[in-house]
């Protein structure tokens, strides 16, 4: 998960104050000094990371507690409450509704530009937007073929020209094109650093191009530094928008995300991965709620959606929403769908109650072995059986695994898991029984709705 190290420490403060059987006055001086530690530890600017806990501290014992709130709830409310203030607060979506919508990226060398650039065509693709990717980079030499393999990956349009060596020509000669698509991405050249030269090149680009979104790419290994590069580049070239890349493989994430949110333009996307999907939109409450483990179902749901299509994902969510059961029909259409959404862990992690959880690495790994035969198994079967699996009685059985080449064990334990599956939907509906399902899970040794 992004973030890890922050994210367990402030688990692990409010872990404390869930245990104990009295907030009192000391639980809450312990909890917001442990909340300082672990944001100054993330990287966090040490005067913020202050000013944050002594406002969780003041309002935790001054405030009191709303109706129906135990004293424990309105304190770990704060704290959600104040941490979602310091990364941002409210999310803005960048609307891509005028046609072109035009983005181009800036930022410095290494900054993860170019990857951005894929990444953001795929993702908005899939929300059925029509994509050209244009390249002005004339300044590295492989620019022009690693975004030209993207837009090839990502099935988008490309244009570029790997001799011209002006920006501006490049845009000039393919800018009455441009009004074809829904969103054209242009990506740019990058540098060491700030300089009148690369100042020069993005108001250059920016006066022919126009663009709606000026999006400043920044890595997130440079921690605080990102809200100072994020000024310049913003007093110089106007930024409207921020994406901060590499947030899997720094601590420095923390400061990096707290440090812009200080800033005119807010940080939009993160970036999660060297993969084209790992990116995602940045909404300071939900990546909260991720990073102390209450999880963010509006998130998974919407990369559910972009994965299945729309109404999969409504039918779905409003079974499990009224607790009513799957069909192994829906258990089939979810496992299709999280082979696009990634491993299994990452997807645990915005399940809500499960954020927290460990599960064994080499549990994913079987579960997601076993998926894979299921889905034989279910090719095998009819739609009949798939929508009510109760007909399943044993000569079926016998019929189903001869016919997907598995044994019928294999067909049962199938059948099994669908069954524990509709106790566990059931679970969710109700809303209550997170812990119940924690328990029975870990129990089981990972059973997951659908998974
Ligand atoms: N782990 C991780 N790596 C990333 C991410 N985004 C980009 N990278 C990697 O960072 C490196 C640089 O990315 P580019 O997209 O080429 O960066 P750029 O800003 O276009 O670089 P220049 O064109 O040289 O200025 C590549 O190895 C990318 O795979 C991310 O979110 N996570
Ligand atoms: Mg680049």
């Known amino acids: 998960m992004v973030l890890d190290k922050l994210g367990s420490s402030l688990k692990d403060a409010l872990k404390k104050i869930t245990k104990i059987g009295l907030v009192d006055k000391k639980a809450v001086i312990q909890l917001s000094s442990d909340i300082k530690k672990a944001l100054v530890a993330g990287d966090v600017n040490i005067q913020l990371s202050k000013d944050i806990a002594q406002k969780i501290r003041d309002r935790a014992l001054k405030e009191k507690p709303a109706k129906g709130l135990t004293a424990r709830e309105h304190t770990v409310n704060i704290v959600y409450d104040e941490l979602t203030n310091f990364l941002g607060k409210e999310f803005e979506e960048i609307k891509v509704s005028k046609k072109p919508t035009i983005f181009l990226l800036v930022g410095l060398f290494g900054s993860g530009k170019t990857t951005t650039a894929g990444k953001l065509a795929k993702y908005y693709r899939k929300l059925g937007k029509k994509i050209a990717l244009v390249q002005t980079d004339t300044w590295r030499p492989a620019a022009y073929d690693q975004l030209k393999t993207l837009a090839e990956k990502t099935k988008v349009q490309f244009f570029g020209d790997a001799r011209e060596r002006d920006p501006v020509k490049i845009l000039k000669a393919h800018e009455k094109e441009f009004k074809k698509f829904d969103l054209v991405i242009v990506d ?57 890349t590499k947030l899997d493989g720094t601590a420095k994430g923390g400061g990096a995300l707290s440090a812009c949110a200080v800033t005119d333009a807010k940080v939009k996307f993160i970036g999660v991965g060297e993969k084209l999907d790992a990116i995602e939109e940045f909404k300071p409450k939900n990546f909260v709620s991720r990073l ?28 499990v929403i009224k607790g009513e059961s799957l069909s192994l029909q829906d258990l089939y259409d979810q496992m299709e769908a999280m082979k696009k959404m990634g491993p299994l862990g990452q997807i645990m992690d915005m399940i809500p109650g499960m954020g927290g959880m460990k599960v064994p690495k080499g549990a994913l790994k079987e579960q997601e072995g076993k998926m894979k035969n299921w889905k034989y198994l279910m090719d095998s079967m009819t739609p009949q059986e798939k929508n009510n699996p109760e007909v399943i009685n044993a000569s079926r059985i016998k019929r189903i695994a001869e016919g997907s080449g598995r044994s019928e064990p294999e067909v049962r334990s199938l059948l099994k898991q669908h069954k524990q599956m509709k106790k566990m939907t059931k679970m969710i509906g109700g809303g209550r029984n997170i812990k119940q399902l924690q328990k029975m899970m870990k129990g089981k040794g990972l059973k997951l709705p659908g998974m």
């Open 188 to 244: 740019s050249a990058g540098r060491d650093a700030l300089n009148k030269e690369l100042i020069k090149e993005i108001k250059d680009v920016n006066k022919v191009l126009n663009p709606d979104e000026v999006l400043l790419v920044l890595s997130g290994d440079i921690g605080q530094a990102a809200e100072d590069q994020a000024r310049k580049f913003h007093d110089s070239v106007g930024v409207t928008s921020i994406i901060i």
């Open 292 to 319: 102390l483990g209450m999880g963010d179902l509006e998130t998974l749901l919407k990369k559910a959606e972009s994965a299945i299509d729309k109404e999969t994902a409504e039918k779905m969510a409003k079974k």
